[in-house]
Nanobody
């Protein structure tokens, strides 16, 4: 069992930056890939990217590539989503989630077993 606590969301102007944190507890993440998803009002939850805990490999979708960076801190058992050059269309609730590492980079929500509670990101124009 893995529990996540997310933090770092808020209100930011377009062009600004935020860093989201996803702190894990319950078990080691060495066998997992941690994904980030987001859900805007009235839309389906969308895969943003992921990191494979074992070696730190990352994957990002084209919509955020070059602007968002995923990283991890082994000592803190925490994954980060650094978001730069934010746009109003990035406004959403952001979630982290864990899947066994064979599903690294896979966007299907059903592959992810454990989810955080979400944190709101609002980008004003």
């Amino acid at each position: 069992q893995v529990q996540f606590v997310e933090s770092g969301g808020g209100l930011v102007q377009a062009g600004g930056s935020l860093r989201l944190s996803c702190a894990a507890s319950g078990r080691t993440l060495s066998d997992y890939a941690i994904g980030w998803f987001r859900q805007a009002p009235g839309k389906e939850r969308e895969f943003v990217g992921a990191i494979r805990w074992r070696d730190g490999s990352t994957y990002s979708t084209d919509s955020v590539k070059g602007r968002f960076t995923i990283s991890r801190d082994n000592a803190k058992n925490t994954v980060y989503l650094q978001m730069n050059s934010l746009k109003p269309e990035d406004t959403a609730v952001y979630y982290c989630a864990a899947a066994i590492e064979i599903w690294f980079g896979v966007p299907e929500r059903s592959r992810y077993d454990y989810w955080g509670q979400g944190t709101q990101v609002t980008v004003s124009s």
